[in-house]
């Protein structure tokens, strides 16, 4: 079975740090992969979406990036973060072809 | 730009009754309406979805249905529970993607 996994779980980082957010899938490959911001208490936001290695389309301007170097990683960056970045950012999946989105556990992050 | 409404933002309704959730999406192309479950602290978790080319789709006693006249479709929960109590977030396709449009969440209390 296919299995999602984020890491950190939480995180408190300064105004100005720099910040990176890994994702992997196992059990499944050539997954598209998604990373989405949750601001307290308000709905998804899609950021990226990619569907194969080096492919990434960004959703919305921001200070933060995304890269797939591996066909099951997912990654997202910032060089130097702003307190709006504060959020939950959660990694998704879904099977090629099909429409199904499966969500990772998280990462609470804390802009301070 | 492409919008999915939801409502009610927030809903109370006592053990064992009905709960309704409706959406709008405004992408006529939308082939794929899901619907997640968040608790809180929690991943979105899917918990039933429907195509375009179906009305009606039942899971015990989840179920949901789709106008797509209207450009709507609904989640019905029967003999609510306290478990059902979360956030409930619709979606919709983007047209010619995989990616979704997700609606603005609906807080579900269930009053034992």
């Known amino acids: 079975s296919q299995t999602i996994h984020q890491w950190p779980a939480t995180l408190v980082q300064p105004v100005g740090s720099p910040l990176s957010l890994e994702c992997t899938v196992e059990g499944t490959s050539n997954p598209n992969l998604y990373w989405y911001r949750q601001a307290a208490g308000r709905g998804l936001q899609l950021l990226f979406y990619s569907v194969g290695i080096g492919q990434i389309s960004s959703e919305v301007p921001q200070n933060l990036s995304a890269s797939r170097p591996q066909d099951r990683q997912f990654i997202l960056s910032s060089k130097k973060l702003l307190l709006s970045d504060s959020g939950f950012y959660l990694c998704?999946?879904?099977?090629?072809?099909?429409?199904?989105?499966?969500f990772g556990p998280g990462t609470r992050l804390t802009v301070t | 730009g492409e919008n999915v409404e939801q409502h009610p933002s927030t809903l109370s309704v006592q053990e064992g009754d009905s709960a309704v959730i409706k959406c709008t999406y405004s992408?006529?192309?939308?082939?794929?309406f899901p619907w997640y479950k968040q608790e809180l602290g929690k991943r979105p978790q899917l918990i039933i979805d429907?195509?375009?080319?179906?009305g009606e789709k039942k899971d015990q006693r989840i179920a949901v249905t789709l106008n797509k006249t209207a450009k709507h479709f609904s989640l019905h929960i029967t003999e609510t529970q306290p478990e059902d109590s979360a956030v409930y977030f619709c979606a919709a396709s983007y047209s010619g993607t995989y990616k979704y449009i997700f609606g603005t969440g609906t807080r579900l209390k269930v009053l034992a």
């Open positions: 998704a999946w879904s099977q090629g072809l099909s429409y199904e989105q499966y």
């Open positions: 992408d006529s192309a939308s082939n794929y």
């Open positions: 429907i195509r375009s080319n179906v």
